[in-house]
């Protein structure tokens, strides 16, 4: 059962940067399409940013776009999220998850963006700003 690990999450100020890793247990982010997910107090499980297994395509949360950004070094089997300009809704935790896909060129394209999409998750790191 691949395990992944979530780390870099903390206490900023409004306006700060962090960033987040995600490691598995096994190499196998180079298999799948992963994402960012996240859950404040209260509110449902919503989608950060995903990218596809190829890396080529991306998406991200209206309220993130121009600052986070996704990435995936599968040589290092690891994913980041930078985030930068965080404000105090981005209050949460932030959760990586996993989905296996074929590599096709079809699939290897794809993200997703649900939570029911994914079956492996980490186990979720607390990101706090304040104001």
Not at 19 to 31: H, M, P, V
Not at 112 to 121: A, G, K, T
């Given at each position: 059962q691949?395990?992944?690990?979530?780390?870099?999450?903390g206490?900023?100020?409004?306006g700060g940067s962090l960033?987040?890793?995600?490691?598995?247990?096994?190499?196998?982010?180079?298999?799948s399409a992963v994402?960012?997910?996240?859950?404040?107090?209260?509110?449902?499980?919503t989608i950060v940013a995903s990218i596809s297994?190829?890396?080529n395509s991306t998406y991200y949360f209206d309220s993130v776009k121009g600052r986070f950004t996704i990435s995936r070094d599968n040589a290092k089997n690891m994913v980041h999220l930078q985030m930068n300009n965080l404000q105090?809704?981005?209050?949460?935790v932030y959760y990586c998850a996993i989905v296996r896909?074929?590599?096709?060129?079809?699939?290897s394209e794809i993200f997703?963006?649900?939570?029911?999409?994914?079956?492996?998750?980490g186990q979720g790191t607390q990101v706090t700003v304040s104001s």
């Open positions: 691949v395990q992944l690990v979530e780390s870099g999450g206490l900023v100020q409004a960033r987040l890793s995600c490691s598995a247990s096994a190499r196998t982010f180079s298999n994402a960012w997910f996240r859950q404040a107090p209260g509110k449902e499980r297994r190829s890396g105090p809704e981005d209050t949460a896909v074929p590599g096709t060129a079809h699939w997703y963006s649900l939570p029911s999409d994914f079956n492996v998750w």
